[in-house]
């Protein structure tokens, strides 16, 4: 039943609220700290995620979109896709001033990486879930051929998981900040797609 799959956007929002209280009284620390723990590096990784952090960065879903401009049809399909995404953004910046959480402590220590922003909640799992999220609930509504969408949505679907990744890997956010702007996202993708297209992403409904 549409209604019930529909009500599974309570899981992503009761973990937003979640992880807001334990990081908002400091409770968060513990697992932060164990998932940094837990991190095995070595070099060709940290090459590997230096590149593909990139993909969750502004100039490169800028380029992405102008391209997608340029070469997608039909281009009145892009108009979500970009609002989608500037609303993310939007909230992403509320969200980290009114938390206003430090980096890590360790920004730095692993790769000369380092960011001016606020730490919570991660703007590139934000903008990272929120585009290629869309990207995918595009390919999936489109009549593309089976076997292209499975592979176009598990190559976004790694993607995804992969810029996550990186951002904890090279010490510029902790695990709860990647996790609540990943979850942050799939609230902002489910309520924007049901109100601009009147389905989800747990209907069945083409």
């Known amino acids: 039943m549409k209604w019930k799959k529909d009500y599974l956007i309570a899981i992503p929002i009761f973990l937003v609220v979640l992880n807001m209280i334990l990081i908002a009284t400091g409770n968060m620390f513990p697992l932060d700290n164990w998932v940094y723990n837990h991190i095995g590096h070595n070099d060709f990784l940290t090459k590997i995620l230096l590149f593909f952090t990139n993909f969750g960065s502004v100039k490169y879903i800028v380029v992405i979109c102008i391209l997608l401009l340029i070469f997608y049809k039909p281009k009145k399909k892009l108009v979500n896709l970009y609002g989608v995404t500037i609303l993310s953004t939007i909230l992403n910046n509320v969200i980290k001033f009114i938390f206003r959480r430090p980096r890590p402590t360790l920004m730095g220590s692993l790769v000369p990486v380092f960011e001016s922003t606020y730490s919570f909640p991660s703007g590139h799992a934000m903008a990272t879930t929120t585009f290629y999220g869309y990207l995918i609930y595009m390919l999936y509504k489109s009549d593309a051929k089976k076997p292209l969408k499975l592979a176009g949505i598990t190559l976004l ?22 996790i609540t702007g990943f979850m942050c996202s799939l609230v902002v993708l489910f309520f924007y797609i049901k109100t601009t297209k009147k389905g989800s992403f747990f209907s069945t409904e083409k």
């Open 157 to 178: 679907s790694l993607l995804i998981f992969t810029v996550c990744f990186s951002r904890i890997y090279i010490y510029v956010h902790y695990f709860s900040d990647v």
